[in-house]
């Protein structure tokens, strides 16, 4: 009688191993001026969480290369895109920190300074008149970026809610979205 139960058991643990599996994988992607594109895809971890594995890709056109970032485990409020004057561009996740790359070449291996340290007063930049750069206004929190857009849940998303389903990962351009504040380092 135990031995059944216990095969009962072990059959709805690998019937649910067998659908987790089965994860599909979401990709979100941000065009990048030129013929470039970067994209973040989530595929789903086994929860009844929204907790993701996560993929960072960049290409040229020609060229690509991605990268694997930390697990989602609930701390994830997105990824911010930057550009820097430099040419390189930044990926900021708050909490998580920031990383770099460039796409003349592609490489992660940003040797342009980066720095994700939270401007100390950022009232002072939110009064002021934002300086840009090819189009993109100066990040409201960090000195030296410049805002492109985000890569978030669409569940964080009033509008898209409805939408996390099928799409449960968007990039918002700055104009579809302001830059929104990102949760301090760890």
């Known amino acids: 009688m ?3 139960k216990f095969g009962n058991f072990t ?3 690998g019937m649910i191993l067998a659908l987790s599996a089965c994860s599909s994988e979401y990709v979100a992607i941000a065009n990048i001026p030129g013929s ?12 009844i969480h929204s907790d993701w594995n996560r993929k960072f890709a960049i290409n040229d056109g020609d060229t690509a290369a991605s990268i694997d970032l930390f697990e989602d485990t609930g701390w994830w409020r997105g990824s911010h895109l930057y550009l820097v004057s430099s ?8 909490q998580n920190g920031c ?4 796409l003349d070449p592609v490489s992660f291996d ?15 930049r939110l009064s002021a008149d934002s300086p840009e750069l090819n189009g993109y206004p100066a990040s409201r929190y960090y000195d030296g ?12 998303v009033p509008e898209l809610r409805d939408t996390r389903a099928e799409t449960p990962i968007v990039f918002q351009t700055y104009e579809q979205q302001a ?4 949760p301090e380092l760890l």
């Open 2 to 4: 135990t031995f059944s």
């Open 11 to 13: 059959g709805a643990v």
């Open 36 to 47: 470039g594109t970067v994209s973040m895809s989530v595929t789903p971890m086994f929860g």
């Open 87 to 94: 040419g390189t561009y930044v990926v900021h996740e708050g």
């Open 99 to 102: 990383f770099g790359f460039t």
């Open 110 to 124: 940003a040797r342009a300074s980066i720095s994700c340290a939270k401007m100390a007063d950022t009232a002072i």
């Open 145 to 156: 970026l410049f805002y492109m857009g985000r890569f978030v849940e669409a569940g964080r």
């Open 179 to 182: 830059e929104p504040e990102l």
